[in-house]
């Protein structure tokens, strides 16, 4: 009996560390643009193949190249280099592994080769080692979100340590005596695992949802922001193109005005065009409404915050790319350069912009001087303020739109010096 408990509680765990192993392979590989039902088969043969060759042949050897060999294949549901695929799944692998030979030692097994059947008949090492493996992915998942800024909190630590420990402790007290029913155990088992995946699921789901909600909200802040700010440009461009049209009125009004002797009015008359020509200046003037306008309202707030601006802009007045994209890439790379000018020395501030469209490539450049600690690397930059969540959210808006057009985007800093360059292939 001790044999056919030993199975069914395998084939049980088995389920769970084919769940596992999904989980695995979504850290080390992106699951956009996958095949769900391939996927699920995969998954499925994988668990139902590696179950019956360990019942049935029970060889450590045949295991463990069975394991890398399917392991491979299932990678090819994933878009990825050859080179990453195979050292993502040796990695996989090896944390597996490394974890179920330190629970079967802990458990009193020394087995002396892998070419000899497996007696290992430990329920409390198999269980153990799925409860710790599960454990184990779910901390790896987490630590992915450090990159951006994301708080792991102490509640989520304390739990990952709290519930395997718990659940160990507990089969080793249904295990303590001689008098368990098999039917029990097996359900108390069963029940172990679901709830050792249940509550991690769940605590993971919501932080998933909760960290969507906050992104949502501050994009949609933004978003709030950026039509204010459109709103105000095209009021200006307006009042400019008003003035423009009716230019020729002025100069009559004028020119009657002066025959008339009313010298004046006319200096009034004038003095009135001047401030709606020299109310904002325009620091770009390349014909594209949607670049010009952004660059001139931001660099208003620049120049009045003594920063010294170079332009060098040569695009043409019309781009495939939509204003609300623009205003996204554009918009929050001039907000945080201000953000970071602000914290300057106001003797040693400056901003440089370049941009160019070449045969169908838009190419944007920004560097300014900037004081204090950068957070991170050029892959996964941090924000130096409080609200990482929050804050971060800006610069992946850009990194999102980019990759919308197949763009690519870099990010340098030496010597109080903070670039960002883009490229966009534009239709």
Same mark, same amino acid.
């Given at each position: ?23 695995? +392979? ?24 590696? %179950? ?201 009004? +004028? ?7 009313? %010298? ?164």
């Amino acid at each position: 009996m001790d044999g056919l408990l030993y199975d069914i509680i395998y084939i049980i765990t088995n389920i769970f560390n084919t769940y596992i192993t999904y989980r695995f +392979m979504g850290i080390f590989f992106s699951k956009e643009d996958i095949n769900k039902k391939i996927e699920l088969i995969s998954y499925s043969l994988y668990f139902a193949f590696g %179950t019956a060759i360990y019942l049935c042949i029970g060889i450590p050897l045949i295991n463990m190249m069975y394991n890398i060999i399917v392991l491979f294949f299932i990678s090819f549901n994933y878009k990825s280099r050859m080179k990453t695929r195979l050292v993502s799944i040796a990695i996989v692998y090896i944390i597996m592994a490394c974890i179920e030979t330190v629970l079967v030692l802990l458990t009193d097994y020394f087995h002396k080769s892998i070419l000899d059947k497996n007696e290992y008949s430990s329920i409390v090492g198999m269980v153990s080692i799925k409860i710790v493996s599960y454990a184990v992915v779910s901390i790896l998942s987490r630590s992915k979100n450090l990159k951006s800024g994301e708080k792991i909190s102490s509640s989520y630590w304390l739990c990952i340590i709290l519930i395997p420990l718990s659940s160990i402790y507990i089969m080793l007290t249904i295990f303590s005596g001689s008098d368990f029913i098999p039917t029990r155990v097996v359900i108390s088992i069963t029940l172990l695992l679901l709830i050792n995946f249940a509550i991690f699921y769940l605590y993971e789901t919501l932080n998933a949802f909760l960290t969507e909600r906050m992104q949502q909200s501050v994009i949609k802040e933004q978003n709030k922001s950026y039509s204010k700010q459109f709103a105000m440009m095209e009021e200006y461009l307006k009042a400019t193109n008003e003035l423009r049209h009716d230019l020729k009125n002025h100069l009559t009004s +004028m020119s009657l005005l002066i025959q008339n002797g009313n %010298t004046q009015e006319v200096l009034t008359h004038i003095s009135d065009m001047i401030g709606v020509c020299t109310n904002q200046k325009e620091y770009s003037r390349s014909g594209n409404v949607v670049l010009d306008s952004i660059l001139n309202f931001k660099l208003q707030k620049a120049a009045s915050e003594n920063i010294k601006i170079s332009l060098n802009i040569h695009v043409p007045p019309q781009m495939d790319i939509p204003s609300f994209d623009m205003t996204i890439i554009l918009g929050n790379l001039l907000d945080n350069a201000l953000e970071a000018l602000a914290m300057v020395d106001r003797t040693n501030r400056y901003l440089d912009i370049w941009a160019k469209y070449d045969r169908g490539r838009f190419i944007l450049k920004l560097s300014n001087s900037f004081e204090g600690p950068i957070l991170g690397n050029t892959s996964g930059l941090l924000t130096t303020k409080d609200e990482k969540l929050i804050h971060g959210i800006g610069l992946n808006n850009v990194r999102s739109t980019i990759q919308k057009y197949d763009g690519t985007i870099e990010i340098k800093y030496s010597d109080n010096v903070f670039s960002v360059s883009l490229l966009i292939y534009v239709d």
